[in-house]
């Protein structure tokens, strides 16, 4: 079977406390999907991400992105001589709350991978300055944020740093993109506008996206997969594919297919918050139907 470009192997994360989030862990993403996890609240999903991300090591099992086994606190080591000798994953995020720098504009804060994540941070202290500035403004156009770069944070709305976070997450062109309810602190329209956006920025680049979110129809516009979890301790219990054409839209939302799939995930996660409250045997992990092949 060949690997996914992340791939959680029987992961288990016990944190400090003694909190068992995840147990018997499985799942895996191909390189280019756009994969939503959802669940009861607590499950585990942002433990997910941040395993992901290297924020945490697993407690048993392995973590692999980008074809490297990621290790404690941002480490990532190579999990094969070819993978050493790949290009090293670069990834972005975005969270519920979009943290800027007060201090600096909009695209001083949207430049801020360049300046961090190599190869981009060398060129920045010398000569790219400019181009990258352009690259910033190009994105925040992309948001219809067009004209904003000068403004600071607090001169926004919330919508409007949601879709700066977007550009932020994105100006460094990563190819893993962690996305934890970056859309959950808005109202409606705008995170209906945000999907739009979310999703003809994924089109035009294709990174690899995960994402949490607790907004069902969220999760139906947007992926390609969706994956439930149980109750914590958190494994995934079942991968949904959605097949509907692209690009999405809002009058799409409303279909009766489109709802049925809402309605089916809203009773798969009810029933696993039922079964979080009663006690059972030891789990056996599920596997991901994308690793079956389907
Ligand atoms: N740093 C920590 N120390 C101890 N326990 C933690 C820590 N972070 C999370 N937990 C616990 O681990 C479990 C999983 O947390 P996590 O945030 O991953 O769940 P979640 O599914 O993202 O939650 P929600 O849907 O409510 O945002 C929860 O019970 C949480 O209380």
Same mark, same amino acid.
């Given at each position: ?8 192997? $029987?992961?288990?994360? *016990? ?17 280019? $999907? ?31 992105? @980008? ?23 670069? %990834?972005? /995020? ?18 801020? #991978? ?20 352009? =690259?910033?403004?190009? /994105? ?16 926004? &709305?919330?919508? +409007? ?6 550009? =932020? ?5 990563? &190819?893993?993109? /962690?996305? $934890? ?9 705008? *995170? ?5 956006? +979310?999703? @003809?920025?994924? +089109? ?10 607790? $907004?069902?129809?969220? &999760? !139906? ?20 594919? %959605? ?11 409303? !279909? ?22 009663? #006690? ?15």
């Amino acid at each position: 079977m060949a690997q996914s470009f992340i791939q959680l192997s $029987d992961v288990m994360l *016990r944190y400090g406390g003694g909190t068992v989030a995840l147990d018997h862990t499985t799942l895996g993403i191909a390189e280019g $999907d756009f994969v939503a996890l959802v669940g009861p609240s607590g499950c585990g999903k942002s433990t997910i991400l941040k395993l992901v991300a290297g924020l945490l090591k697993p407690t048993a099992g392995a973590v692999i992105a @980008g074809g490297r086994e990621v290790g404690a606190a941002g480490t990532v080591r190579p999990a094969s001589a070819h993978a050493a000798a790949g290009p090293r994953l670069r %990834v972005g /995020l975005a969270f519920q709350n979009p943290t800027m720098m007060p201090w600096l504009t909009i695209r001083e804060n949207v430049m801020i #991978p360049l300046k961090i994540v190599e190869p981009f941070r060398q060129d920045y202290a010398r000569k790219k300055r400019g181009e990258y500035a352009e =690259r910033a403004d190009a /994105l925040l156009a992309q948001v219809g944020l067009r004209g904003f770069g000068d403004k600071r944070p607090w001169q926004l &709305s919330g919508g +409007m740093l949601q879709r700066a976070s977007l550009c =932020r997450a994105l100006v460094h062109e990563p &190819s893993l993109l /962690l996305l $934890d309810e970056p859309f959950g602190a808005l109202d409606q329209f705008t *995170r209906e506008e945000l999907w739009d956006i +979310m999703q @003809g920025l994924w +089109m035009a680049r294709r990174p690899t996206v995960l994402l949490v979110t607790h $907004d069902l129809r969220e &999760s !139906a516009y947007l992926a390609n997969r969706i994956c439930v979890m149980s109750s914590r301790p958190g494994r995934i219990l079942e991968t949904r594919a %959605v097949d509907f054409a692209r690009p999405r839209t809002l009058e799409g939302s409303y !279909a009766p297919e489109f709802a049925a799939l809402v309605q089916q995930l809203r009773m798969r996660i009810a029933q696993a918050r039922r079964e979080g409250d009663t #006690p059972t045997p030891a789990p056996v992990a599920a596997p991901c139907l994308q690793e079956l092949g389907a």
